[in-house]
């Protein structure tokens, strides 16, 4: 029996020996790993902001900036149909797309932190060149520089989050990094509704101000404590007691140690974790976190309306303020969904959250398709009831998004994968995320124009299928601790009769009340 002589369970099922609360200093730990989802929500929210003012345009786009005033209050699904425009968006989630299977080895390497750091700093400088750009070519390469910092970023900080948590409040703390990304896009928005009244350079200082997350995340990141569970799969034992001590509280941390050794001996064991992720025990992990939900997560359209928003609320007849201010609504809707989420996670579970606001969704897409199919499109200034309508309903979308796939679809796939394949999967994640986010943003737009209010419906039916993903294929994984997560495929209808377990872990056991799905 392992677990340093602790008795009433074996290997890996130790949870209920776990001790140790919430600390003063866990909590200055995860406030500030959690900075990194500033840096991503910032540019969310400054990109969509940027693409419409007027004096950016002009300098850059000159030919979208004449297409838009040419139609200055009419609708018109059009106006900001240019692939270079897009381009300018979506480069930086290529560029993060790639970067991230760098930030794979240093962060298993080297450490969560490392590649906290070194995120900090490629977002720092992809801000300033974007400020100085003169050119289109320096605005891409500025995008390249934040898209490293994005690839980086999001690898280590989720993983972050979920390491230094308690099981019984880890979905609450990893909630923070979708905290941050909304609070990121707010503060964005608002900073934009201000610069674009500065002529001719505001837009110089909305791109420019994203230095500043860089800057508090790199000095933050510079106190940061590793995580117990990187410093024992780096084989610093002495040093993950010592942090584990502090951040639990507690001297008594044996079994959640012993649990942390298990699964770094596992760890060890792989040479190769991208190849050992393909393995038939790890194909739930695959499926669901690798691919399903970061893949569906930008598929819900959401990433779409927030790069756009301004964009698409001037395309329904809104002026360029109007247009900024709605944003703020919008973005001020994603924070109050993501601090529902920390509030229900663990209470609610995964599972609720994700069905609630999947029908949420469904109808919200539903009535802005059905609305612009009535109302739009035909040169006509919307009414201020049928404008109403739209925003109100976005904002539902928005709020129910803030609540379920935003945050839980950086959370699940951190939870879900083993110590040996973490680093790795988490980069799968990032990178699939990233890459359907570029394609969603390069495509938006131009299906808009031609899709029109079908876009909406197309987004509806998506919506559909992951909710019934969802449904049949994930168990529900609150308050399980992070290395026992595995046990849940094992008795899950269907995964059950896929994961291949060895003879050891496959005996009759009962399953623990916190187990049940």
């Not at 106006?79 to 240093?106: C, E, W």
């Not at 920390?342 to 469904?362: H, K, P, S, Y």
């Not at 803030?402 to 083993?418: A, H, N, Q, Y």
Request: aromatic content about 12%.
């Amino acid at each position: 029996m392992a677990g340093g002589g602790l008795g009433g369970g074996p290997d890996g099922k130790r949870a209920e020996f776990y001790e140790g609360g919430v600390t003063v200093y866990f909590i200055l730990a995860v406030i500030v790993g959690s900075l990194g989802g500033s840096l991503f929500g910032y540019d969310l929210g400054v990109s969509s902001g940027v693409t419409s003012m007027d004096d950016f345009l002009k300098q850059f786009f000159p030919k979208t900036y004449e297409r838009k005033h040419a139609h200055l209050h009419e609708t018109d699904y059009c106006k900001y149909d240019n692939q270079i425009l897009t381009l300018f968006t979506s480069s930086l989630y290529f560029a993060g797309l790639l970067s991230t299977f760098a930030a794979s080895p240093v962060t298993r390497k080297y450490g969560r932190r490392a590649s906290i750091l070194t995120g900090a700093v490629s977002f720092f400088l992809g801000g300033i060149v974007n400020a100085a750009a003169v050119n289109i070519l320096m605005l891409i390469i500025g995008r390249i520089f934040l898209g490293i910092g994005i690839g980086f970023g999001n690898q280590a900080v989720p993983l972050y989050l979920a390491e230094m948590s308690p099981p019984k409040i880890r979905g609450a703390v990893n909630q923070l990094f979708q905290l941050t990304t909304c609070l990121g896009i707010l503060v964005a928005d608002l900073i934009n509704y201000f610069t674009e009244k500065i002529h001719p350079w505001g837009w110089r200082l909305s791109l420019g101000l994203a230095a500043l997350p860089a800057t508090l995340m790199f000095v933050g990141g510079l106190f940061l404590p590793e995580t117990p569970n990187s410093l024992v799969e780096r084989g610093r034992l002495e040093e993950a007691r010592r942090i584990l001590e502090k951040v639990r509280g507690t001297k008594k941390v044996d079994a959640e140690l012993e649990d942390l050794k298990d699964a770094s001996n596992a760890s060890q064991a792989v040479k190769h974790p991208f190849r050992n992720i393909l393995k038939r025990k790890n194909r739930p992990q695959l499926i669901i976190g690798a691919f399903g939900i970061p893949a569906f997560q930008q598929l819900t359209g959401q990433n779409s309306i927030l790069f756009y928003a301004p964009v698409i609320f001037q395309s329904l007849g809104f002026g360029s303020g109007a247009a900024l201010y709605s944003s703020i609504i919008t973005g001020s809707m994603l924070v109050v969904g993501a601090i529902v989420s920390m509030l229900l996670v663990d209470r609610l579970g995964r599972r609720f959250l994700f069905m609630e606001a999947g029908i949420q969704m469904i109808i919200s897409n539903v009535i802005v398709g059905v609305t612009l199919a009535l109302e739009f499109g035909h040169g006509a200034v919307l009414s201020r009831g049928i404008s109403v309508l739209l925003v109100v309903s976005i904002c539902a979308f928005v709020a129910a998004f803030g609540w379920s796939w935003g945050p839980l679809g950086w959370l699940v796939p951190t939870e879900i994968f083993p110590l040996e394949t973490r680093s790795a999967g988490q980069s799968i994640v990032v990178c699939v995320n990233l890459f359907c986010t570029a394609l969603v943003a390069q495509c938006f737009l131009a299906a808009l124009c031609h899709l029109r209010f079908g876009v909406f419906i197309l987004f509806a039916c998506l919506i559909v299928i992951m909710t019934l993903f969802i449904y049949f294929l994930l168990p529900e994984t609150k308050q399980v601790p992070i290395e026992e997560i595995y046990l849940l495929w094992e008795q899950h209808w269907f995964w059950k009769k896929i994961v291949v377990v060895d003879d050891a872990s496959s005996k009759e056991t009962k399953q623990p009340p916190h187990l049940q799905l």
